[in-house]
């Protein structure tokens, strides 16, 4: 029977990579790949000889329609991204919305995806939480930040390293100087950080320290006047 598999790939660390995902991986008629020269290196790694086609951002809404045909013929296909969880600011989505639409198998393994650690790391209250992934570059961008203003829950995004001071200081200017802020970076790789404070701290921190790698921020949400007490954090637990 077809199936599309979504396979999880690490975010750093090889050793993340589960048993089932190299299995699911090996007898998989193909798999869609990204980039398909980052995850030639890591077929290579785990002795994965399954053709590869290119699907990223740029062509998946020409190539759609070709994969639910093959998927139709009989094929087990596998989707990957770079690193992390397909479809989670990554492609994937669009494929597996025609796969449900053509009552095509569907299944997504567990696996690595980066803002869970982040979130953990982070020590915000974690029992509910927004997730934002890339906030617009230019149009709308505003307009988020003013809609987020009064999220009362944890907030994720993903910030590329060269607009996270820029981000930091949007943070300040919407959400307040004094909110809780957490920074990871390079996630399960050799260089690790999590840096923790408020707004302004943690600007200041990368403001000296030109940040690098991939990064995941963590903002706590707002807290209504009045309702300060019942914070689940302190400001000055929040120092790194």
């Known amino acids: ?24 991986l090996k007898e998989a008629d ?4 990204e980039d398909t020269r980052t995850s030639a290196k890591l077929l290579k790694h785990f002795d994965i000889g399954t053709h590869m086609h290119s699907h990223h951002m740029h062509n998946e809404h020409k190539t759609v329609e070709s994969i639910i045909q093959r998927l139709n013929n009989g094929e ?6 770079d690193a992390g969880t397909p479809a989670i600011s990554d492609p994937g989505f669009l494929l597996t919305r025609a796969c449900v639409e053509n009552n095509i ?3 997504c393994l567990p696996g690595a995806t980066a803002f869970v650690p982040a979130l953990v790391n982070s020590g915000l209250p974690n029992d509910k939480f927004v997730f934002e992934g ?7 961008r505003q307009t988020r ?5 009064e999220e009362t829950r944890t907030m994720i995004f993903y910030v590329s390293p060269h607009k996270l001071v820029k981000t930091l200081a949007e943070f300040i200017h919407y959400f307040g100087e004094s909110r809780p802020v957490s920074v990871s970076r390079e996630l399960s790789k050799l260089h690790e950080e999590t840096v923790r404070g408020t707004a302004t701290e943690v600007l200041a921190h990368f403001e000296k320290k030109e940040p690098k790698g991939e990064i995941v921020v963590i903002v706590g949400g707002f807290v209504p006047e009045g309702k300060a ?4 954090y ?7």
């Open 229 to 232: 007490s019942k914070k689940k």
């Open 105 to 107: 198998s569907v299944e």
């Open 134 to 140: 890339f906030l617009p570059d230019k149009k709308g």
């Open 234 to 240: 302190k400001e000055e637990d929040w120092i790194n």
């Open 145 to 149: 930040f003013l809609a987020l203003a």
């Open 1 to 24: 029977m077809s199936k599309l598999y979504i396979v999880p790939t690490p975010i750093g660390n090889l050793e993340d990579m589960t048993f089932r995902a190299i299995k699911v």
């Open 30 to 33: 193909l798999i869609l790949a």
């Open 76 to 81: 087990t296909i596998a989707l990957i991204s």
